[in-house]
């Protein structure tokens, strides 16, 4: 079939169900953040009008505002640590030839692809024997072994647009190969960097499996909410979720526009 | 006279099985202007590479006014490079891109700002002081890289393939700076190219290079008169190689006998006698075209096939008896008095004291 | 003339540079081996273990192997897991493909960008969220069945239904999976369809004939990692499935969070590692199967 109208038929299917797909995938999130200001109980239309009484609640909710801290605390410590392993191993990569490569980097990037709940009870039993569970640090360390290969990921993205000679320039010119480390591998992955810290911190901010299993006492944000959903439906959990996701959209956001950037720069070239 | 800086000693490097470098022994002189030449795979970039201790020999020595180099590392030794790709850093402004050599060098910031604006005006860039290497030309980024080399005032200044990202004509104006600079600073250029015109435009000696090993050393005026091997006579391009073999003594020197008749050649080159084969090499620019025969020996009746303009010098293909290629180089002036084209039958013609033997 | 510089012997060169590769090249293996490997490794050996009066053993028994393989529930959550995440990689595959394609051939690159962009968000946010969203989205008397009543439908029943468990997993795929077709799509050479019309070869047989088999790697591995993700969730099939017929990883959890019987959890982890390497397996040679041709 050809012509006009097969034309207008091919296009407007293909453009619908485009905008449906991506309404099925926004909804969720648009209606939750929409919700959260119903001053109704139960969330559903009509509109009830509009309140911040939901997020007053929450905000007075000692549980949530303790682990809201426990939340930041992790995400940021494994932000950090996962950020500076991702980019030792993308480094690593990039730089070096070496018997067992494979291996190496099979172990630097799989973890995310075994399920968080095999993880979870993983965690769960080895860190009760050393006493790492119910600790912060218990939560972290599983939130690393997932998050650095993101780190991993996006670092090593931008050290393939780096000029191969440009290394070998700088220890020509005196400099050894820390110093080389440090002003020329790291100004030149200074933006994937950032972009790897806000989106490992993003994963651990929303880890729930990993943190359920582990944290014990020391609920993080989204065991919280987990807790939360186990109960009534409540409009807290609006509230809630929408703080939950402005904190990743604006990390997902500033991390893409940096790491888009360094690929932007590739592209002047 | 001159005074040797660099020795290579039986210099090779093997990566695995592939062998970049087999066997280099070279002196390079103090304040000379030395190319390393040679078709892609010769192991040119590598030999420079391992003077710079970017890469390591896998056997040999190479020493700096007779001290062994081999062990120390690339960041210990006063030996810039101009890289091919500039290899400037894209995060760092011009000026900081020249101070970084003196800053590894611990030099305090404001002498060091001083240095480098000196080395930015000396090259001409000084305008573009503040700006990214990405904001300028091939040409001005060379220059940012030979001032970023220079300005640690080393004894020695290595240039990877200098030349080969500019334009045509930047390449000329480029190649008569480096002569210049390298007059001025008095410091030893060591430069490979794989253009014979560049080395051989620019360079007090060349090492042509083929296979990972040195073929010939001399000055671009001796290797060209008298290449030392097949390779290099064929490499330098602009030369007649002609098969035969030496069968005794004529009037002006050896007798030849080659497809194109008994050929007489004045050769000083005691290691050919009669009775062996043997190559003749005739430069295109020792053989001159007459229209009319003028009964000479080595004068050899040929058509002409095709005209290959350069400029002002033309390049006049010839076939002649039994299919041998000749080519004869002359001013385009010549040509017109002569009033050559494609298919006339001309006699090609040189003196006896102009070609010489080589080993097949 | 210069003289010699100072002279320095070096064979401290060597150590420098092992010392530099040690230090950047060990921290990622290390972590990796502490929290990864040791604590699966550790998973394995619980297996083993024994419960005494609610208190664990160390011990090598086939016990809690035993009793799971021969568990009824067991033989029922693995066919239903296997059989749904199957189902739902399918279904994702199947709805995101015409959005990649619209994505990678119909828009203009700046509009693709942003819906790129956009589709990398949720990705990153909170699952638990998002599903509660959908459980409010599909209650009896939630946005869906308050719009379709006036149209004399409904009301749908989707909760604590297989069909809840499905929307979960499709909220979670469907992101990844529109954004990893499209970069299979768009990597395609254009050329390949262009001369496919040349040739007289309609538009739909077109993406049959040429444009999915040389999108099949990518298109395979965003099936497999669809599959992967589902096989694990927890969330979908517990808050919109309702746990209505358990999935594998509500064994888990449950075994864990109540029966507090770790070593029988870990033997149903540990089968669904087997199971997903298996699976990935054949998927994978599918992908790549047959390329060298």
């Known amino acids: 079939m050809s012509g006009t109208l097969g034309r207008v038929l091919r296009g407007t299917f293909l453009y619908g169900w485009t905008a449906l797909v991506f309404a099925f995938v926004f909804a969720p999130i648009l209606s939750t953040v929409v919700f959260s200001f119903n001053a109704d109980r139960f969330p559903s239309l009509p509109w009830g009008g509009f309140s911040l009484q939901w997020y007053e609640a929450v905000l007075a909710d000692p549980t949530v505002r303790r682990s809201l801290v426990n939340s930041l605390i992790v995400a940021g410590g494994s932000a950090v640590i996962a950020t500076f392993i991702g980019f030792t191993a993308a480094y690593v990569d990039y730089r070096f030839r070496f018997f067992g490569k494979s291996a190496y980097m099979a172990l630097a990037s799989l973890p995310p692809t075994v399920p968080p709940v095999i993880l979870g009870v993983a965690m769960l039993t080895f860190e009760g024997r050393i006493g790492l569970s119910g600790t912060l640090f218990g939560i972290i360390a599983g939130h690393v072994v997932i998050c650095a290969p993101f780190a991993m990921a996006l670092i090593r993205m931008r050290l393939n647009d780096l000029d191969r000679d440009l290394e070998p320039a700088a220890w020509n010119l005196g400099s050894g190969p820390w110093k080389t480390l440090r002003e020329v591998i790291l100004p030149f992955t200074a933006p994937s960097i950032l972009a790897a810290l806000f989106i490992t911190a993003s994963v651990s901010f929303d880890e729930y499996m990993i943190a359920w299993f582990v944290s014990g006492l020391q609920e993080t944000l989204p065991v919280r909410v987990l807790a939360m959903l186990q109960g009534q439906v409540s409009p807290r959990i609006n509230a809630v979720g929408s703080l939950v996701f402005a904190v990743s959209v604006v990390l997902v956001v500033l991390a893409q526009i940096l790491a888009g950037r360094s690929l932007g720069a590739r592209k002047q070239k | ?360 | ?293």
């Open chain 2, 1 to 360: 006279m001159s005074v040797t800086m660099i020795e290579l000693d039986g210099v090779a490097k093997h990566y695995d099985a592939h062998v970049a470098v087999a066997d280099v022994t070279l002196g390079i002189h103090k304040g000379e202007f030395i190319a390393l030449m040679g078709p892609s795979g010769c192991g040119k970039t590598t030999t420079l590479r391992m003077i710079a201790g970017l890469d390591q020999p896998s056997a040999g020595e190479i020493r700096m006014w007779g001290r062994r180099l081999n062990d120390d590392p690339a960041w210990e030794r006063d030996t810039p490079l101009v890289w091919q790709s500039y290899a400037l850093f894209p995060f760092l402004s011009v000026q900081k891109n020249v101070e970084f050599g003196l800053k590894q060098r611990g030099m305090p910031a404001g002498p060091r700002a001083a240095k480098a604006r000196e080395w930015m005006e000396r090259m001409g860039i000084g305008a573009f002081a503040d700006r990214s290497p990405s904001q300028l030309s091939g040409g001005q980024r060379q220059r940012v890289a030979l001032a970023r080399a220079l300005a640690t005032e080393p004894e020695i200044l290595l240039l990877d393939e200098p030349l080969s990202a500019l334009d045509p004509h930047l390449k000329v104006k480029m190649q008569a700076e480096l002569v210049r600079l390298h007059r001025e600073l008095g410091i030893t250029f060591v430069c490979v190219t794989h253009s014979h015109s560049e080395a051989f435009a620019m360079a007090d000696r060349v090492v042509i290079m083929n296979e990972g090993r040195v073929q010939q050393v001399g000055a671009p005026r001796d290797i060209y008169r008298r290449a030392g091997n097949r390779f290099v006579a064929e490499f330098i391009g602009g030369n007649n190689i002609i098969p035969g073999n030496i069968i005794g003594h004529g009037a002006d020197g050896l007798a030849f006998s080659s497809p194109l008749g008994a050929l007489s050649v004045a050769s000083s080159q005691p290691e050919f006698a009669p009775g062996g084969e043997a190559l003749l090499v005739i430069s295109a620019d020792n053989i001159t075209i007459a229209a009319r025969e003028a009964g000479l020996s080595n004068e050899v009746a040929a058509e002409v096939t095709t005209l290959d303009f350069a400029g002002s010098s033309v390049t006049v293909f010839l076939e002649a008896a039994g299919g041998t290629e000749l080519r004869a180089q002359m001013p385009l002036r010549d040509l017109e008095t002569l009033s050559l084209a494609p298919g006339a039958r001309v006699f090609a013609r040189w003196a006896a004291a102009d070609g010489y033997f080589l080993r097949p």
């Open chain 3, 1 to 293: 003339m210069s003289t010699s510089p100072p002279a320095t012997t070096r064979p401290r060169s060597r150590a420098e540079r092992l010392r530099f590769a040690a230090v950047l090249g060990l921290p990622s293996p290390l972590w990796q081996a502490a929290f990864f490997v040791v604590p699966l490794g550790f998973l394995v050996a619980m297996t083993f273990w024994s419960v005494k009066s609610f208190r664990l053993q160390p011990d090598f028994t086939m016990a809690n192997w035993i009793a799971i393989m021969k568990a009824g529930f067991f033989h029922n959550a693995f066919i239903y897991t296997l059989w749904l995440s199957l189902l739902a990689a399918a279904l994702a595959s199947v709805i995101a493909f015409p959005a990649a394609y619209t994505m990678a051939f119909r828009l203009k690159p700046h509009m693709r960008r942003l819906l790129v962009f956009m589709l990398v968000v949720p990705f990153f946010t909170s699952l638990p969220v998002r599903i509660y969203s959908m459980q409010v989205f599909f209650s009896p008397q939630g946005i869906i069945n308050y719009v379709i009543a006036p149209l004399g439908l409904g009301p749908v029943q989707v909760l604590n239904t297989t069909t809840g468990t499905l929307i979960g997993f499709l909220t979670l795929t469907l992101p990844l999976v529109v954004l990893l077709q499209t970069f299979a799509l768009s990597s395609i050479d254009m050329r390949l369809v262009e001369a496919a019309h040349n040739l007289r070869c309609g538009r739909l047989r077109t993406v049959f004939t040429v444009i999915i088999p040389s999108a099949r790697v990518g298109l395979v591995l965003a099936a497999a990692l669809a599959f992967v993700l589902c096989f694990g969730d927890y969330i979908s099939p517990q808050f919109l499935g309702g746990s209505k017929p358990p999935t594998l990883s509500i064994l888990i959890a449950d075994q864990v969070k109540s029966g507090n019987h770790w070593p029988r959890a870990s033997v149903v982890a540990v089968s669904m590692i087997v199971t997903l390497t298996v699976v990935l397996g054949v998927l994978l040679r599918i992908a790549y199967g047959g390329r060298k041709a």
